[in-house]
């Protein structure tokens, strides 16, 4: 099953991402992204409470800002809520180096990005590059959606 779910990554990771996150060899050592995916469904799964009662609140009811509950959560002493804190941190580092990666690639030598760069990234990045104003996703949108690819095992 190992080799099987680290394939599966690196297949989403080359074809989402155009990199690689785990190389298919005996000598491996787990790449930081894949830790954390690997890690957010189990510990999302013990927070229950918190998604299905305080989670849909906030939102309804626009209490505090992310910086607000940033704070809030590094208060609070609960193990599990600091593992999703990192977790998610890593996975948006991780990410955020990515997306400016490729978008230093698009500006540096637009004319060989769409010809170099074939995966789902870097299509969306040059896509958004080129739509008009009023289409054009701000970069945290943009950055949203790489997130989104990774898969959970």
Do not use: C
Not at 88 to 101: A, H, K, P, R
Not at 119 to 139: R, W, Y
């Amino acid at each position: 099953m190992t080799w099987l779910a680290r394939t599966a990554f690196e297949i989403v990771a080359q074809s989402g991402f155009g990199t690689s996150f785990d190389p298919i060899s005996e000598d491996y050592s787990e790449h930081r992204f894949v830790k954390s995916t690997k890690l957010l469904g189990p510990v999302i799964r013990g927070l229950i409470i918190l998604r299905l009662y305080v989670v849909p609140m906030i939102y309804e009811y626009k209490l505090g800002t992310p910086r607000i509950w940033r704070t809030v959560i590094n208060v609070l002493p609960w193990k599990r809520l600091h593992k999703l804190r990192d977790i998610v941190d890593t996975m948006y580092d991780t990410s955020f180096e990515l997306f400016n990666e490729k978008k230093q690639a698009l500006v540096n030598d637009e004319a060989s990005f769409k010809n170099k760069h074939k995966d789902l990234m870097s299509v969306l990045i040059h896509a958004n590059s080129k739509a008009s104003d009023e289409d054009k996703l701000p970069d945290d949108q943009v950055l949203a959606q790489i997130s989104q690819v990774s898969p959970s095992f």
